[in-house]
């Protein structure tokens, strides 16, 4: 199934929020505020210093990402990325398809290279499309992660030029 990746508009904030709230509640992947309102989360998402994309399939919005400079100044030439995905949807590209799409735009954008700052250890499928891309390990933050049923978890730090 062919997958469409396009810029995130208004129209799709409903879209986003039912996949980025579930995955912020269910606290497993990212470190953020399980309780973060929706409004919050949509701000964060999709905020004024990042470019937001959705991913469709079947006319539906599966997945979506932002891309923005991973640090200000003199660290501005490396990009930074989140990724969400609709678990019913695990399986089909998407994840791919929107890291395929990232790597490119980010080239386009003037990047030289691609940095994840916080990738939770045992989001494994997350780690192993990451080096699929081209994407290394390049530090490990013992126990930085507080997983809701797993207790303290790696975080880790993947990078790669482009």
Request: net charge positive; with cysteine.
């Amino acid at each position: 199934m062919s997958v469409q990746i396009r810029r995130a508009a208004q129209a799709d904030h409903a879209a986003i929020a039912r996949i980025i709230v579930p995955t912020i509640r269910a606290g497993e992947t990212y470190a953020l505020d399980r309780d973060l309102s929706e409004g919050a989360a949509l701000t964060y998402w999709t905020g004024a210093d990042r470019e937001t994309y959705v991913a469709e399939q079947e006319g539906a919005v599966r997945g979506t990402y932002y891309l923005r400079a991973n640090q200000a100044g003199f660290g501005a030439h490396v990009a930074n990325c989140g990724f969400m995905t609709d678990p019913a949807a695990s399986g089909r590209g998407i994840a791919r398809s929107m890291g395929a799409h990232a790597l490119d735009r980010a080239r386009a954008c003037g990047f030289t290279a691609m940095q994840f700052n916080f990738v939770v250890s045992t989001n494994v499928r997350a780690v192993r499309l990451w080096e699929s891309l081209g994407f290394a390990v390049v530090g490990r933050l013992p126990g930085a992660f507080r997983h809701p049923s797993l207790g303290c978890v790696d975080a880790l730090v993947m990078f790669r030029t482009l």
